[in-house]
């Protein structure tokens, strides 16, 4: 399969070494001019999640195809776009009139409604997705990294439609599980909320990387996720459906102890925690600055998020 992954950020490179190595045909599309500053190589120092039981550490170079034009033409089958939630309205334009009949994998974090967050894409050729993978770039450009075994993928219905069957056969040709959705704009929501707590609580801390061992900052950022969960209500979710997600939040305390044991004694866990160490990123304070601003909107009050 032809697969163009948006971008040559984190999620698009480990996934694309994931698809590449199961055999797709790969490509990076990269804005003009930083095919020259990228080369044609990554090196990676990651954790691979699908090696049992806990994941191998894998010292590797991939080598990538950069592009900087793209057109119906080029055949793609598959998009994947993974940028940050602030991003998505640019990019899905600039991608709706230049990639043919492709089905695109919106891969990450939405706060709009998600149909509406990608526009002009539509709903009979997109399917969402969340990564479980994270990782930074180094000063030396060494791509640190880990990838869960999993992924999630979100389901319209019973039956998969044919663009949600041929994303679901990509992940389990790379290795990896599919976690199916139901909900899937509900789980987004979710989790969008849950990393505003997490980012509120590193930017008291320091660094989400600070935070790996702290039982005290794992409670602060969920007791600040536990007091969002009405602005989520508030705009429809049906929490019911999602009472396994929720126990970090409803239980906060008890959680952030296994929390605070996981990040400081498995290695995954606290590559993943590192993956997003500076909480004073684009991606970062844009979570923060939307979420209040639909607070304030909805009028649900947030001491924990503005103190």
Do not use: C
Not at 14 to 41: L, N, Q, S
Not at 236 to 245: E, K, L, P
Not at 261 to 287: F, G, K, N, Q
């Amino acid at each position: 399969m032809r697969i163009l992954m948006f971008g040559r950020g984190v999620i698009a490179t480990i996934y694309g070494r994931a698809f590449a190595a199961a055999g797709h045909d790969i490509e990076f599309y990269v804005r003009p001019g930083r095919a020259a500053e990228y080369g044609d190589e990554v090196r990676l120092d990651w954790i691979d999640g699908r090696r049992k039981p806990f994941g191998r550490r894998v010292r590797e170079s991939f080598r990538t195809t950069l592009r900087e034009s793209l057109e119906p033409s080029d055949g793609f089958d598959l998009v994947v776009l993974s940028v940050g939630h602030h991003s998505l309205a640019e990019a899905a334009a600039f991608l709706a009139p230049r990639i043919g009949s492709a089905t695109v994998l919106v891969l990450g974090n939405v706060w709009q409604e998600p149909l509406a967050a990608v526009a002009p894409l539509t709903a009979d050729r997109v399917v969402f997705g969340f990564p479980q993978a994270g990782g930074g770039f180094g000063s030396d450009g060494v791509l640190s990294a880990a990838l869960l075994p999993s992924v999630v993928v979100g389901a319209s219905g019973p039956e998969p439609t044919r663009r949600e069957q041929q994303v679901r056969s990509v992940f389990r040709q790379a290795g990896l599980a599919v976690r199916l959705q139901n909900d899937m704009r509900g789980w987004l929501w979710l989790h969008f909320v849950a990393d505003a707590g997490m980012f509120s609580q590193a930017l008291r801390s320091g660094s989400l990387a600070n935070m790996a061992g702290d039982r005290r900052a794992f409670r602060g950022a969920f007791r600040t996720t536990r007091e969002l969960l009405p602005l989520l209500e508030a705009r429809g979710v049906d929490m019911s459906r999602h009472r396994g997600a929720l126990l970090p939040f409803r239980m906060p305390s008890v959680i952030a102890t296994a929390s605070a044991w996981i990040t400081a004694l498995v290695p995954m866990a606290r590559v993943s925690l590192e993956a997003h160490t500076d909480p004073h990123a684009e991606e970062a304070l844009a979570v923060l600055a939307d979420t209040a601003r639909e607070a304030r909107r909805l009028d649900i009050p947030i001491p924990l998020l503005e103190p």
